[in-house]
């Protein structure tokens, strides 16, 4: 049996509301034959619906109100703040940021700083600390579908006083569209420091290649290297 290739958008889609894995969007993209020209609120019910196993779910309908599960990584060192929007599912359950196999934050973070991708939430948290960048998030609790950046409302910003009080943070960067709109929208008015927005490292964000992302990330590493001794 010769096996198609998801469409991205489909798959783009998917990853976004429930972290499918590459087997599920086959199995989705194969079996229910799903228009993307239809009308977005049925085509929205049908994967709200779909659990990705062959069988329908009717609670995954319903937004869930979330408290952030993870503290920030940071440390009285740290001169790089990077933010996401809010932890994935794949996060969420393994407590740690980025926690989701296909998102490509940590292959990113280790090219552009030039070390081997870290394997477990100790390496992770050494490569990042070690060239003074920290990571959180900038919402503190939310309504959300999944890991669905679009699902976000009802949202409580976290309260950035803690790191920027500590630390001597330099430049602070957002992961995302969703995370650049949320800080511009709840933080910026609090804080009055600019972010500087990169492309997201999520596989939802299909139109960027790996190594393009690396390219756009590369002004992480220069202020990087400004403040390593």
Partial sequence: MIRKKPDEKIYARLFDMFSLNPEECFLWTTRKKISLQAEDAAWM??????????????????????SHPIPPLYD?????LILGS???????????FYGHKQNRFWRVMAQ???CAVPETVEQKKEML??????????IASCEITGSSDASIRDVTPNDLSEILGCA????????GGKAQQLYQKYIFPVTGREAVALPSTSPANAGYSLER???????VRSVSE????
Avoid at 52 to 61: Q, R
Avoid at 76 to 80: A, L, P, Q
Avoid at 168 to 175: G, V
Avoid at 226 to 229: A, I
């Fill in 45 to 66: 019910d049908l994967i709200f619906r779909w659990n990705g196993s062959g069988s329908w779910n009717k609670n995954l309908k319903e937004d869930v109100m979330l």
């Fill in 168 to 175: 001597d943070i330099r430049a602070i960067y957002t992961n």
């Fill in 76 to 80: 009285e060192h740290s001169k790089i």
């Fill in 129 to 138: 600390l070690s060239h003074h960048i920290a990571v959180w998030d900038v």
């Fill in 86 to 96: 809010f932890p994935s599912v794949k996060s969420r359950e393994q407590q740690f």
């Fill in 112 to 114: 552009v700083l030039g």
């Fill in 226 to 229: 400004d403040v390593l001794p």
């Fill in 213 to 219: 992302l690396v390219e756009a990330w590369r002004s």
